[in-house]
Nanobody, 126 residues
Framework: QVHLVESGGGSVQAGGSLRLSCAAS????????MAWFRQAPGKERERVAR????????HVRDSVKGRFTISQDKAKNTLYLEMNSLKPEDTGVYYC???????????????????WGQGTQVTVSS
């Protein structure tokens, strides 16, 4: 089992910054993909960014490219999401998730991630 705990959410004005953290504990071996998802009210959960735990490759969705950065600290078993130039449309509950790759890629679909944190609220006001 893997236990994930997010922190770092909050309320900021547009243009502000936040840094989310996700601390993992438990049996983390064999996990290939770590990701941040977000869900806004009335919308589907979407993957914001992901990192492959093996080769360290990353990907962020187009709407946050140049503003968000995903990183990991393997020694601390912690995943981060640095969010800059925040916009109101970035508002939502942010979740970290861990799962396995599918056909060599880290999936964008939530159902491929069996382990989830409890979520942390990010609110960006205009």
């Amino acid at each position: 089992q893997v236990h994930l705990v997010e922190s770092g959410g909050g309320s900021v004005q547009a243009g502000g910054s936040l840094r989310l953290s996700c601390a993992a504990s438990g049996s983390t071996g064999g996990i290939d993909c770590m990701a941040w998802f977000r869900q806004a009210p009335g919308k589907e959960r979407e993957r914001v960014a992901r990192i492959h735990t093996g080769d360290g490759s990353t990907h962020v969705r187009d709407s946050v490219k140049g503003r968000f950065t995903i990183s990991q600290d393997k020694a601390k078993n912690t995943l981060y999401l640095e969010m800059n130039s925040l916009k109101p449309e970035d508002t939502g509950v942010y979740y970290c998730a861990r799962g396995r790759e599918d056909n060599g890629v880290c999936p964008a679909v939530p159902r491929y991630y069996p382990y989830w944190g409890q979520g942390t609220q990010v609110t960006v006001s205009s």
